[in-house]
């Protein structure tokens, strides 16, 4: 059970150590490109219906296909929490549901590993359908309820809006994870 | 003798497979985790106060500056329309204008009238006080939980629960305050509930909203006169948040429930006002609680004026 990649860490100094601790910056990006698009969540758009996409849960879907050891469900917990605090909704709503989407990917991927773009399309419609369900019935739990038809508004955008995360996501990880960057 | 890889591989899946079990607790106890939280959000909803604060307070300045462009490029286009139609306006202006000074002279006799009968009978009206003016910086639509956020926080005396009041109607109300910003529940939202009353008809209701563009109106009180297309409501100022006569919004369709536009959107509002809670509920102290059996004599002498000892 030894790590055989360990680096010689009695023989680093102090300066080594911090360079070698710093080189693991890349490990955050798909958290912090995901809690960008939380942010962009929260966007001056006034429409009186829920229509913004649910951009932050295909952030979590498709980085959990990508880089599915940095984004685990535990750290879909952390930026289902944040959406909660930014979004005024009961704190556990988004936490809980992130971080259930990163669990149902890895089964999924498990299962059905290396498939084409379209089934990931069509797993992201059924994963974006499933979880404005369960958000209204989990509204419900938390004593907020809410009705579940203006949601339908919503599920038709993050319909449409899985090419432009995919091609956000993409683009970040040819850029920090592309074949050019030594890991 | 073949035998040296093979145990390094067994041990290697071995760990493979710890680390998939660690994985798959970790897992099931951050969602357990979630679940917990969300019970505890039911029994306390006001949890977290400080944190939400906090993250108001970092996202608002964020969207203040990155809509401050497109804010300028608006208003250089409502400039440029304010001096394309100035002649046709202006002559309708002139017309409502001279209805107005009509209408002005008869609301300074009713007003004369009104102060001399409220004196007569002692009636006290609490005053309405404006705590903070402050622009709509954002407001979700990507949420199920209809909110706005201002830049006006715990720094300008915005607490949770205060009015917000725009130029044509009622917003919404605070629920949330950090030290710069604070985030307003729009009318629209389900969890908002005005007490209004139809100025035709006096007729009490509450306008509930729906999480659509529209407003509800439910739990009608007092007599039952048939609702007209294009009733205004107004607040009645039950409940103590909102102060009376603000216009909330004109009914559109007198179904089942009856459907109400409202009259402010927060979409080009711009500045609003925050006022100071109508009439606070006060805090009243719980007595203590006796559990004690206390004896008669005792509860006499309380009762009773008690008579100088000596």
Redesign the interface.
């Known amino acids: 059970m030894m790590n055989r990649n360990a680096p010689p860490w009695r023989l680093m100094d102090a300066a080594e150590r911090r360079r070698y601790w710093w080189g693991h910056w890349r490990m955050g990006i798909p958290a912090l490109s995901t809690l960008l698009l939380v942010l962009v969540m929260t966007a001056p758009l006034v429409v009186p219906v829920p229509v913004f996409p649910q951009l932050a849960l295909l952030g979590v879907f498709v980085w959990s296909i990508f880089q599915p050891g940095l984004m685990p469900p535990w750290v879909a917990f952390l930026v289902g929490l944040v959406a909660d605090l930014l979004f005024a909704q009961p704190l556990g709503v988004n936490a809980t549901l992130f971080a259930s989407a990163a669990g149902v990917v890895r089964v999924l991927e498990n299962r059905y590993g290396h498939h084409a773009y379209n089934f990931d399309w069509g797993m992201a419609a059924a994963m974006v359908i499933v979880f404005e369900v369960l958000t209204w019935q989990l509204m419900a739990l938390a004593g907020k309820p809410v009705p579940l038809l203006p949601l339908g508004w919503q599920v038709l955008t993050s319909i449409a809006a899985y090419p432009l995360v995919a091609a956000y996501c993409a683009r970040i990880q040819r850029r920090a994870f592309g074949p050019d960057r030594a890991r | 003798m073949d035998w040296t890889p093979a145990p390094r591989r067994s ?1 290697a899946m ?2 493979e497979q ?1 680390l998939a079990l660690v ?1 798959a607790v ?2 099931g106890a ?2 357990a ?10 029994v306390n ?1 006001d ?2 106060a400080r ?2 604060g906090v ?1 108001l307070d970092l ?1 608002t300045p ?2 203040s500056v990155v ?1 401050a462009p497109f804010d300028g490029a608006g208003r250089a286009i409502s400039w440029a329309g304010d001096y394309l139609g100035a002649v046709s306006r202006n002559r309708a202006m002139e017309a409502e204008l001279a209805e107005a000074k009509a209408d002005l002279q008869r609301a300074a006799a009713d007003r004369r009238a009104l102060a001399s009968l409220r004196k007569l009978d002692k009636v006290r009206d609490p005053a309405r006080r404006v705590v903070a003016t402050a622009r ?14 201002i830049a006006a926080g715990r720094g300008d005396g915005v607490g949770p629960g205060l009015p917000v009041i725009g130029a044509d109607g009622l917003i919404g109300r605070t ?2 305050a950090g030290a710069l910003s604070a ?1 307003v ?1 729009l009318l ?1 939202d ?2 908002s509930r005005v007490p209004v009353v139809v100025t035709r008809t006096g007729e009490a209701a509450l306008a509930v909203g ?4 529209n407003l509800v109106m439910q739990d009608r009180v007092g007599a039952d006169v048939p609702l007209m297309v294009g009733d205004t409501l107004v607040t009645s100022g039950d409940g103590g948040v909102f102060p009376p006569g603000i216009p909330v919004g004109m009914i559109i369709s007198i179904g089942e429930p009856p459907q109400i536009r409202t009259a402010a ?3 080009g509002a711009g500045y609003v006002l925050v006022e100071a809670a109508y009439l606070p509920l006060p805090v009243v102290d719980a007595p203590p609680a006796l559990d004690a059996p206390v004896p008669i004599e005792a509860r006499q002498g309380k009762a009773s004026p008690a008579k100088p000892q000596s």
């Open positions: 041990s071995r760990r710890n994985g970790v897992s951050v969602i985790g979630g679940l917990v939280l969300l019970l505890v959000a039911r909803p949890g977290a944190m939400r993250m996202t964020v969207w809509r709509i910086v954002s407001a979700t639509s990507g949420s199920v939980v209809r909110s706005a956020m629920i949330e985030r529940l629209t389900p969890g729906r999480n659509t563009p959107s927060p979409v």
